[in-house]
């Protein structure tokens, strides 16, 4: 999204109230103030559990604002920093997160009762923030953040999401694939989430490719 041609994939492993997030990620801004780009990387939780289609930049300044996905997204339940605390608290601690154009993370850390909920009922979106200024509208991209007046707004944009799907892995201690499983038993799978299982992300980062997905269901 937002024309940043980041893309990727998250995975959440949920053992107990313990998850082990992987997150890979492409073709992100690579650097910022001669150091690597940080990428403040959340798990958003509890509203449409869906990536915002372009229609949601509300102020039609060109660029698509952390804020103006809320209403897709939701708010964050967990920050995927790399170390220390992983609340909302440390929404832009941009020293604990990964930077640069391409990276691998993987952390394991404490579920919230919140972020664990929405991996259940399918409403818990991975958002890799940060986009480069040079694909944004020049004028929008260097105006103050919605998030901190002190960082530009390209720095907290939005550069690719994914909705955490129950993953084909989740499914399998429930007796092995089955693409012909009815929805009751799909829901049972998604329930278990929050116990035991495994969800999974294809971050998108080009809202072309976004409309494409959805037009494919
Ligand atoms: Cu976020």
């Known amino acids: 999204m937002n024309n940043s041609g980041t893309t990727g994939t998250a995975s959440v492993n949920v053992h107990g109230n313990q998850a082990t ?31 915002p289609p372009p229609s949601a930049d509300a102020d039609g300044d060109g660029i698509m604002s952390t804020t103006e ?11 995927l920093t790399t170390k220390g605390d992983t609340s909302a608290d440390s929404a832009l ?35 890799v923030h940060g986009v480069d200024p040079t694909k944004l509208p020049a ?10 007046p002190k960082l530009p707004q390209a720095a907290t944009a939005p550069a690719a999401c994914g ?27 998604a329930a278990e989430i929050g116990v035991a299982g495994a969800a999974a992300a294809v ?3 080009s809202g072309v490719v976004m409309m494409r997905r959805r037009s494919q269901k």
């Open 21 to 51: 997030v992987d997150v890979k990620v492409d073709g992100a801004a690579e650097t910022f103030k001669d150091g690597p780009f940080p990428h403040a990387q959340h798990i958003h939780i509890a509203a449409q559990g869906v990536c």
């Open 163 to 189: 909705t955490l799907g129950a993953s084909q892995m989740a499914a399998m201690p429930k007796g092995g694939a089955d693409t012909g499983a009815p929805v009751s038993s799909h829901s049972d799978v």
């Open 93 to 127: 601690a941009v020293d604990r997160f990964p930077g640069g154009s391409s990276y691998t993370y993987e952390r394991t850390l404490q579920l919230t009762p919140e972020t664990a909920q929405s991996l259940k009922n399918g409403t818990a979106v991975v958002v």
């Open 139 to 148: 004028a929008s991209a260097m105006k103050p953040s919605d998030l901190d």
């Open 69 to 79: 996905g809320h209403p897709y997204y939701g708010m964050i339940g967990t920050s």
């Open 203 to 205: 971050l998108v980062g």
